[in-house]
């Protein structure tokens, strides 16, 4: 599969941007997908994710009531919603997909996921 992110920019705090993935093949709706995010001098850090069915989703405390996570699964296409950005919030972010189908997890790690888009940073000023 190819996973290509798109929507990152230059933002100032406060603001808001929507990240979109697209993913190829036909197998989409039979996968969870997730977002993680790596800043400078830190480590992948999970960030949401959604279940195949868009039945369940999870994010990380600190995005919390800002970020929203959602699928159309007819244009094989993740998106994640960023409103009340912050400084902190600035990283590159990249969307993946679990190793296996039908699989979702409240706290994943980068170990669980097998395929990874490109990344689209994302940076916000204060």
């Known amino acids: 599969v190819q996973l290509q992110a798109s929507g990152g920019g230059l933002v100032q705090a406060g603001g808001s941007l929507r990240l979109a993935c697209v993913a190829s093949?036909?197998?989409?709706?039979?996968?969870?997908m997730g977002w993680f995010r790596q800043a400078p001098g830190k480590e992948r850090e999970f960030v949401a994710m959604?279940?195949?069915?868009?039945?369940?989703?999870s994010y990380v405390d600190s995005v919390k009531g800002r970020f929203t996570i959602s699928r159309d699964n007819a244009k094989n296409t993740v998106y994640l919603e960023m409103n009340s950005l912050r400084p902190e919030d600035t990283a590159i972010y990249y969307c993946?997909?679990?190793?296996?189908?039908?699989?979702?997890?409240?706290?994943?790690?980068?170990?669980?996921?097998?395929?990874w888009g490109q990344g689209t940073l994302v940076t916000v000023s204060s």
């Open positions: 993946a997909r679990p190793k296996l189908q039908y699989t979702y997890y409240g706290a994943p790690t980068p170990n669980d996921f097998g395929s």
């Open positions: 093949g036909r197998t989409f709706s039979t996968y969870g």
């Open positions: 959604i279940s195949y069915n868009s039945g369940r989703t």
